[in-house]
């Protein structure tokens, strides 16, 4: 495609992707190429930021996103790839300046720590599929160097809680035992330079002096999480071993705090984004229990028997202390009392009321078995399932609860309800997984995954002077 001077053409790259571009470019001396990445196009809405069919940018923030080629005037052709930065893209806006040029060649190469894929999971259902993929698509551009929140804007950033959260599902995807290994690294480092007391686990790694140190339940709790998940996923114990010093830190630092009163130390965060909001303290507390649990396991399994009897001692009183909070048997009838405390201070948007029986409380109730008899669990798994469902009946008898107002047969869960359990299997890693575009071989435009049709080919318009082309390049 040749662009003269003034003119932008968008090429569409087929799969959202994080990486570089490789392009090859023909054209005068001097003449200048912009390239500028984003995920979608605009369309009519209100919510564009550009003319229908452009590059949708707003949500990248201050990110520039933006790769300007100067050309030497090689009659042969020049080609160029993106380094010591990378991009979250699946659109190409390609602008000249001093032109004519001719793009001979774009290409997306996807850049990824997620290198060997181990397991995949295949249905009959198109949908449960492309979801799928989607997941392990967000898993290649986020599991780079370090696992992050997100490839494309202006934060990057190894939130802890989002990693514990989501260890378990990336182990079964790919061999990331190194890889999480090697966070959990960066995460003590983090706690002793930039942690609360530089004991507690930083909620972002590596940790900043812009990384507020204040309680944070959930997200610091990832210093204990990784190390079991990885233990469970992979039967290594050695990054328990490694971590066993700044792990037990951790958690003797939120003894010191909270005493015999057995509760968490806070959480900043709380639910994060879920719509029906539990107890911050609630949190924090559940994953207290969590990580002592944890923690007794991992003793057990390396041979810390001391330890071990310590922390499952422990677990034992964080559960009865909770019990006697939270749950309430008055007039006969089971009630998580999970409106007991504030919600998170930073939730974005939506409501701050904090409800009783949210699902989050009762998915965490029932996973550390914070109960005291099986006619409990039962009531437990029945408020679940109600709440859950969110049928006719249930919305008559909770109108003023915010999760009336949301779908029938759904979650409201936040961030912060990590429900997984993994055990070790040794044939857990017999299964294999491909795509059709793997980080061997770059994504060329219209590479797709193999669990979605490829997309409809077409050839490239002819650009109008100072105005947008949309083409597709195979």
């Not at 932008?8 to 023909?26: E, H, K």
């Not at 550009?50 to 590059?55: F, L, Y």
């Not at 390396?302 to 309430?328: C, N, P, Q, V």
């Not at 109108?399 to 857990?428: D, K």
Request: with cysteine; hydrophobic share 35%; aromatic share 10%.
């Amino acid at each position: 495609m040749t662009l003269a001077d003034g003119d932008t053409a968008v090429f569409d790259l087929g799969q959202n992707m994080v990486g570089v571009p490789r392009y090859t470019l023909r054209g005068t001396a001097g003449a200048q190429v912009t390239f500028r990445f984003g995920e979608m196009l605009n369309d009519a809405s209100q919510g564009a930021d550009g003319p229908e069919g452009s590059v949708y940018r707003a949500n990248l923030r201050s990110a520039k996103a933006t790769s300007t080629y100067t050309l030497k005037g090689d009659p042969h052709g020049e080609a160029h790839q993106d380094s010591l930065t990378f991009y979250g893209f699946r659109y190409a806006s390609v602008t000249v300046t001093g032109g004519p040029v001719t793009v001979t060649s774009l290409t997306g190469r996807v850049a990824t720590s997620a290198l060997r894929e181990i397991g995949t999971v295949t249905t009959d259902d198109a949908k449960v599929n492309q979801l799928i993929s989607n997941v392990h698509w967000g898993q290649r551009g986020n599991y780079l160097w370090v696992p992050t929140d997100c490839p494309q804007r202006d934060e990057r950033l190894g939130w802890t809680g989002d990693t514990q959260l989501f260890s378990n599902t990336g182990l079964y995807n790919v061999d990331a035992v190194a890889f999480l290994s090697h966070f959990e690294d960066i995460l003590i480092d983090s706690q002793r330079a930039y942690g609360e007391d530089h004991a507690q686990f930083t909620h972002v790694a590596p940790g900043n002096r812009y990384n507020s140190p204040v309680p944070a339940s959930g997200w610091a709790d990832c210093g204990v999480v990784v190390p079991w998940t990885v233990w469970q996923m992979s039967g290594d114990t050695t990054v328990v071993d490694r971590s066993w010093a700044a792990m037990t830190t951790y958690m003797d630092w939120i003894h010191r705090r909270t005493g015999d009163s057995y509760a968490g130390q806070g959480a900043i965060y709380g639910d994060w984004l879920a719509f029906q909001q539990t107890s911050t303290q609630l949190m924090s507390d559940v994953y207290y229990g969590y990580s002592a649990r944890l923690m007794a396991d991992m003793a057990t399994a390396t041979g810390r028997s001391t330890e071990a009897r310590a922390y499952a001692d422990l677990f034992s009183h964080i559960k009865r202390a909770f019990i006697t909070k939270y749950l309430s048997t008055e007039g006969s009838r089971l009630t998580v009392r999970s409106s007991l405390g504030e919600a998170s201070p930073v939730t974005p948007g939506g409501t701050t009321k904090t409800e009783d029986n949210s699902q989050t409380a009762l998915l965490w109730v029932l996973k550390l078995g914070f109960y005291d008899t099986q006619a409990q669990r039962r009531q437990l798994v029945t408020l679940l399932a109600e709440n859950i469902g969110n049928d006719a009946a249930y919305k008559a008898a909770h109108p003023g609860s915010t999760r009336v107002q949301y779908a029938e047969n759904t979650l409201a869960v936040g961030s912060s309800a990590s429900t997984s359990s993994p055990r070790y299997s040794p044939t857990r890693a017999a299964a294999t997984s491909r795509t059709s575009c793997s980080t061997r071989a770059p994504c060329r435009p219209g590479c797709t995954p193999s669990t979605t049709a490829p997309p409809p080919s077409g050839s490239a318009g002819t650009p109008t002077p100072g105005r947008t082309a949309s083409a597709r390049s195979r």
